[in-house]
């Protein structure tokens, strides 16, 4: 199994960035993905989930709103479209799944929100 994800970078407030987490080395169209994200100081939160088909997605208080997962099932990707970005979303974001009971972590994407 292997995650990866980019499109991170630096932001100005109330832009948007999309991220993307390509996946190989599983069947992609039969598991649920999450984003996740990791503020400096703080614990590594779920920031949003998708069901293997995208027909149900979840997501945090804190990007309700603002942020929308969606997956390409034929691309084998996930993606994080963020909206009104605030200085708070600065983190380094990392997509997961869990396949056959283990967890695996993608080496996370840097989002910077600064003006």
């Known amino acids: 199994v292997q995650l990866v994800e980019s499109g991170g970078g630096l932001v100005q407030p109330g832009g948007s960035l999309r991220l993307s987490c390509a996946a190989s080395g599983f069947t992609f169209s039969s598991y649920s993905m999450s984003w996740h994200r990791q503020a400096p100081g703080k614990e590594r939160e779920l920031v949003a989930s998708i069901s293997s088909v995208g027909g149900t997605t979840n997501y945090a208080d804190s990007v309700k709103g603002r942020f929308t997962i969606f997956r390409d099932n034929v691309k084998n990707t996930v993606y994080l479209q963020i909206n009104s970005l605030k200085p708070e979303d600065t983190a380094v974001y990392y997509c997961?799944?869990?396949?056959?009971?283990?967890?695996?972590w993608g080496q996370g994407t840097q989002v910077t929100v600064s003006s």
């Open positions: 997961r799944t869990r396949v056959r009971g283990y967890g695996y």
